[in-house]
């Protein structure tokens, strides 16, 4: 087994507060390693508290051990000091050997991640990564002979910094990051994989690491392409040969502009810069990319075959197409959505509505849920979730949208043909 002098330390962290230790699955495991063997949850808990006030000093980690200087509440600071057992010379062949068969668990590392298969795949090689059960073995000059708040404080700050970097980890199990990097270059080239030509070279390839190092050489990316001002053409279908049966060209035309549309407007919000970029976009449920579809057919066959295709009939599809048209996805949730208002949202409406008009103006308004209906008249507002006003009419005996939503009341409802 090789001597080993390597020793990293790590500045003090601050306060921690709002959140737990470990983020990670391995920076878990470590805890649950402590947690599950103190003999005294307690000094576990005080522990925790210290860590999270920013106890724990500088910590040194070296093969074997990690150190700290702990302050308790009256300023007294004890030395703490965890032990964990180094693998053994045979174990980390077997580990390394692992590892460079597996080449996603060396980018993995390199990534600082430490995957569940990794340390099963070492596990299964003879090489235990993580702690089990009584493997922190505490040492502090308070002379508690088991965990004490002083070390458990430093096994929780040893959690955080486990989670920005699991070779932290490695080098308490006895080789630095350096050590394991080149033992995995040594394992994979040896003198028999050497290629002995230019071919074989490029069959063999070259290591990864070599690789990203020569990256700033290769030339540039070629810039975006300029975008089109408007979505291309689809290609025409109007052939001397007859469709197949069942197939509509004028349907298929009709999909291929909407697709080369939608594609345009991607790809557009993907080209401005991050700031300008809208939230990206819901997930439509079946019906409602139907009635985006149905809101730019022209032809009325294309809308038929969309109101069969979604079971709701042709007049409901034209109402919903009617609610995209004035406020998209929120449009058709206001179309569909009958919900009760809370208390608060139902006072922040009765509100607005007390304050839009003046007491003689004020029209007389029938409540039901999130609907207002003007007495005396075929007018009616519907409140969204969001607070915002929606203007409807009612023709043919059926509820329709009459216009854009509006924070005022007041303004979405003169926006109703026929109502000042």
Known sequence: MREHDTERTFAALPPERGRGFARTWWGQAWLKALEDAALDSEQVKTGRRLARAGAVGSVSVRPGRITAVVQDRDRTAHRADVLLQEL??????????????????????????MPPHLVEDAADAGAELLPGLGDLEPECECGAWDHCGHTAALCYQMARLLDQDPFVLLLMRGRSEREVLDDLQVRSVTPSEEPTNSQEASQEGVDAAEAYATGSIL????????????PGSPPSLDTETPPAPGVDPAALTFLASRAAAEAHRLLSAALL???????????????????????????????ARLAEGTGRGREELEIAVRAWRYGGTAALSVLEDEWVPEAESLARARAALESAW?????????????RWTVIGASTQL???????WWPYRREHGRWVPAGPAAHDPATALASVDGEA
């Open 382 to 388: 519907r409140l969204s979730r969001d607070g915002r």
């Open 273 to 303: 810069p991050e700031h300008e970029q809208d939230a990206v976009d819901e997930e439509l449920t079946l019906f409602q990319d139907a009635v985006r579809l149905a809101a730019d057919a022209s032809e009325a066959a294309i809308a």
């Open 219 to 230: 030339p540039p990316l070629p810039s975006a392409p300029e975008l089109p001002a408007q």
């Open 88 to 113: 053994s010379a045979e174990q980390w062949d077997r580990f390394l050997d692992m590892a460079v068969e597996r080449a996603g668990h060396i980018a993995a590392l390199l990534d600082r991640e």
């Open 358 to 370: 003046d007491d003689g103006d004020r029209p007389r308004l029938r409540t039901a849920h999130n």
